[in-house]
């Protein structure tokens, strides 16, 4: 399963990089990643109009967008879209930030496992 992820590189820039987490047969009940160590989760709603300048993750953490679609900025100028149905692992807890925003402007839910 691939999933984005938004880190800080060594100069400080947040950037957009992939990580793949592998899957294994696990018979009738479909495919199987590992154990992903995670120490809570947090349940998120947020307005139509959310826009959220520039800030860094407060910890490594998944967002798994549950409905609705944002997009988020990287301090190199990069920007992606993402809808509900799909994680984004964010790691950028030093450096320059990412920015979000909703662009359909609709509510929006999602889930944060965060991780150890």
């Given at each position: 399963?691939?999933?984005?992820?938004?880190?800080?590189?060594?100069?400080?820039?947040?950037?957009?990089?992939?990580?793949?987490?592998?899957?294994?047969?696990?018979?009738?009940?479909?495919?199987?990643?590992?154990?992903?160590?995670?120490?809570?989760?947090?349940?998120?709603?947020?307005?139509?109009?959310?826009?959220?300048?520039?800030?860094?993750?407060?910890?490594?953490?998944?967002?798994?967008?549950?409905?609705?679609?944002?997009?988020?900025e990287t301090s190199d100028g990069e920007k992606r879209r993402f809808r509900g149905g799909e994680i984004v692992l964010v790691e950028d807890t030093t450096g320059k930030?990412?920015?979000?925003?909703?662009?359909?402007?609709?509510?929006?839910?999602?889930?944060?496992?965060?991780?150890?």
């Amino acid at each position: 399963m691939k999933i984005t992820r938004v880190y800080s590189d060594s100069a400080g820039e947040s950037r957009f990089g992939e990580i793949d987490i592998p899957l294994k047969d696990a018979g009738d009940i479909g495919r199987l990643s590992q154990r992903q160590p995670a120490n809570g989760i947090i349940f998120r709603e947020n307005d139509a109009d959310y826009d959220y300048d520039w800030h860094n993750a407060p910890q490594r953490q998944f967002i798994v967008l549950l409905d609705g679609h944002i997009e988020i900025e990287t301090s190199d100028g990069e920007k992606r879209r993402f809808r509900g149905g799909e994680i984004v692992l964010v790691e950028d807890t030093t450096g320059k930030g990412h920015r979000t925003r909703n662009v359909d402007n609709q509510p929006r839910r999602s889930v944060f496992v965060t991780l150890d």
